[in-house]
């Protein structure tokens, strides 16, 4: 039986990011081999504004079959779209955490691994070691993008602290211009207000743990995991994201003032 056929191709994720960071002062771009199994499939780290004590962490492509994500991080680089805070704050993103199953189309990882179901793995992926490691330094924000092909409107999950409770709110405020909001009282079993599932979970209480679960372990005190709406075109899903990423990012500057 031959390789899958490849519907993507990471290579030009890669050559994209290298092309927008080029002419970016103050920003690193690094590729880590995701494991020995893997030939060839970097994991790609970009570190823009080193100098900032305010950090945040932009993750996406943790599901292979959810490429919005991926594409609204390139695009948020390619459109410099970080510019008005890169005084302020540095951005450590990680833009496709499966370059495997992103070229495949597929949720999992080469393994068969739902990697958002092994962050408190005993012997986790070499994906989710690359991701634990970069979770050992402070972040005050983490941000992690998703598609749900089910949900006809965009909606997210919200473990904050106290004093920030409305980002969310604000957030799909802003995307609500874009595209529809899930608005249902309960969403993929947890209750909703509106598009907004709250937190924080109880990471002792979870089976296993996605990525905010760990992200929050480890001190994060505002952690977001924003879905777009996979019944709508990719397009719309991209302009959804950066519009969300960027009312969080303007939300919790504002935090950081006061």
């Known amino acids: 039986m031959g390789s899958p056929k490849k519907t993507r191709d990471y290579a030009c994720i890669l050559e ?3 092309d927008a960071l080029a002419s970016v002062p103050d920003s690193t771009l690094i590729l880590e081999e995701a494991s020995v199994h893997q030939p060839g ?24 079959d959810e490429p919005s994500g991926v594409e609204a991080l390139c695009a948020w680089l390619e459109q410099h779209r970080y510019r008005p805070w890169l005084d302020r704050w540095q951005f450590v993103l990680l833009p496709c955490l ?26 986790p992926a070499a994906e989710i ?30 473990s904050v602290d106290a004093g920030a409770e409305a980002v969310g709110r ?12 899930n608005v249902n ?3 993929e079993g947890r209750a909703a207000d509106r598009g907004v599932i709250d937190g924080p979970c109880n990471p002792d209480r979870l089976a296993w743990w996605p990525l905010a679960a760990y992200a929050q372990t480890h001190g994060v005190r505002r952690v977001l995991t924003l879905e ?5 075109s990719i397009e719309v899903r991209v ?18 003032r006061e």
């Open 170 to 181: 604000q957030i799909l405020d802003r995307v609500g211009n874009i595209t529809s909001i």
């Open 129 to 158: 070691r690359f991701v634990r490691s970069i979770l050992q330094q402070p972040f005050d924000l983490v941000i992690d993008l998703h598609d749900d092909r089910d949900s006809h409107g965009y909606y997210l999950y919200q």
């Open 98 to 123: 499966n370059p495997w199953g992103y070229e495949q189309d597929v949720r999992e990882n080469h393994d068969g691994k739902d990697l958002n179901r092994e962050f408190n793995a005993p012997h």
């Open 41 to 64: 499939y970097r994991l790609a780290t970009i570190v823009l504004g080193h100098r900032h004590s305010r950090r945040a962490l932009l993750t996406a492509g943790t599901h292979g």
């Open 185 to 187: 009282s309960e969403i």
């Open 16 to 18: 994209r990011l290298t």
């Open 228 to 232: 777009a709406p996979g019944r709508h």
């Open 239 to 256: 302009q959804a994201h950066l519009a969300a990423i960027e009312a969080a990012i303007e939300y919790c500057s504002r935090l950081n």
